[in-house]
T-cell receptor, first 111, second 123 residues
Framework: QSVLTQPPSVSGAPGQRVTISCTGS?????????VHWYRQLPGTAPKLLIYGNTNRPSGVPDRFSGSKSGTSASLAITGLQAEDEADYHC???????????FGTGTKVTVL | EVQLLDSGGGFVQPGGSLRLSCAAS????????MSWVRQAPGKGPEWVATIGGIGSRMFYADSVKGRFTISRDNSKNTVYLQMNSLSAEDTALYYC????????????????WGQGTLATVST
């Protein structure tokens, strides 16, 4: 059972904006630890999408943005494209578990 | 090009052992912390273990503590995961990943991943 909760699925039409939430607690996100986001296409390894709450690695388009507030974080995808259909995972550190934790994962569907 | 190549997975009976390897290239290996992350079929990723750049610090998920050992050979640009006392719950695709971050390791992300190597524990 993951300590970071995400909605199982979100969907949107091409061109729309979708957001994915990642809800934690006072021992992880609420403690001030950074949140990172990954995209995982079927049959492939996760790929870093956002690091340090809001930063994009080189090559990640600015359609992807991250934010964090209190015990939660969010990933926003604007201008939704067919290639954005994938699983998305948040990740942080948890002081109670003394280790890194991943979210429950969200499947994004482009209608 | 930054690259991680995972190997060593296979089929093993409960109670058995496996040693996974991850060969790194394209970046200064010895200054980067490295980790293993696993993903069971149909599940999300689960962090397993991390080792510091010079190998002075290792830490583990509670689910593998005492059974798994992470190590590295900086002369070979390789990180290892020795897995002992395996059970069916350890069946997963195991990914090697490079840690990214400055300052506290608490805020590390995983910025480069291997292709994964499958470990199957079954009778």
């Amino acid at each position: 059972q993951s300590v970071l909760t995400q909605p199982p699925s979100v969907s949107g039409a091409p061109g729309q904006r979708v957001t994915i939430s990642c809800t934690g607690s006072s021992s992880n996100i609420g403690a001030g630890y950074d949140v990172h986001w990954y995209r995982q296409l079927p049959g492939t390894a996760p790929k870093l999408l956002i690091y340090g709450n809001t930063n994009r690695p080189s090559g990640v388009p600015d359609r992807f943005s991250g934010s964090k507030s209190g015990t939660s974080a969010s990933l926003a995808i604007t201008g939704l494209q067919a290639e954005d259909e994938a699983d998305y995972h948040c990740q942080s550190y948890d002081s109670s578990l003394s280790g890194y934790v991943f979210g429950t994962g969200t499947k994004v569907t482009v209608l | 090009e930054v690259q991680l190549l995972d190997s060593g997975g296979g089929f093993v009976q409960p109670g058995g052992s496996l040693r996974l390897s991850c060969a790194a290239s394209g970046f200064p290996f010895d200054i980067n912390a490295m980790s293993w992350v696993r993903q069971a079929p149909g599940k999300g990723p689960e962090w397993v273990a991390t080792i510091g750049g010079i190998g002075s610090r290792m830490f583990y998920a509670d689910s593998v503590k005492g059974r798994f050992t992470i190590s590295r050979d900086n002369s070979k640009n390789t990180v290892y995961l020795q897995m002992n006392s395996l059970s069916a719950e350890d069946t997963a695709l195991y990914y090697c990943a490079r840690n990214r971050g400055s300052g506290s390791y608490y805020n590390y992300s995983f910025d480069t991943w291997g292709q994964g190597t499958l470990a199957t524990v079954s009778t």
